[in-house]
């Protein structure tokens, strides 16, 4: 496989040169754009396999920039924000993006964000539009409406097995809970969340082993779960 070219956004030079500096040391080949305008313009005439986007850029909003990729470009975009931008970074989410990072971050985490988006394109590569799902253990049969652990069909209720499957059909994806509630129930209030962490912890309970440290079912606290691909 060729090395992946990465597309660093961010308009902060001490943020970015760890960024890249990392990037060399990985060997992932990288460039750069410092505003929002040449980030969509990066990406439009080198065809990046994964962004790197600051939220907050001098010009347009990093939440803008993602609408506009998303416009043309299916490319995996992980935001990188700070704390106090939560909101934003669920907007991001929402608008399109993957995954995301909070600044200050350390090497590790950028690495470990890159290596699951690393998979998630495998996956997307790999699978298309396939008929049945296997995702280490788990397998889904989207034709018969079935879903196995290890062989053993799971009894699932209809609303764990349409989460499953939306979950599945995101692997390596941070899904936000206005994006699963409105997929799911077609309506997004507070009580639809409150509804969501239930059915969640029932699906858990019949999907993972140790439901209390889940393999399959990542949480992101106030902001929403993704599925993780096992290796
Ligand atoms: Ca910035």
Known sequence: MNKLLILVVEDDTPVRSLITT????????????LNGNEAVMETASHNPDIILLDLGLP????VEVIRRIRSWSNVPIIVISARSEDSDKIDALDAGADDYLTK?????ELLARLRVTKRRLAL????????IFVNGHL?????????Y???????????EYKLLCLLAQNTGKVLTHKFITQSVWGSSWENDV???????ATLRKKLEKE?????????????????????
Not at 151 to 159: Q, Y
């Open 22 to 33: 990392t990037l060399k040391a990985q060997d992932y080949r990288f460039i750069v754009a």
């Open 59 to 62: 010009d347009i909003d990093g």
């Open 104 to 108: 200050p971050f350390s090497v590790d």
């Open 124 to 131: 997307i590569q790999s699978s298309g539009q396939s008929a």
């Open 139 to 147: 397998r889904i049969d989207y034709a018969s409406g079935c879903a």
């Open 149 to 159: 652990l290890s062989d053993v069909e799971l009894h699932l209720t209809p609303i």
């Open 194 to 200: 409150v509804s969501l962490r239930v059915f969640m």
């Open 211 to 231: 439901p209390g440290s889940p393999k399959y079912i990542q949480t992101h606290v106030g902001i929403g779960y993704r599925m993780l691909k096992i290796e």
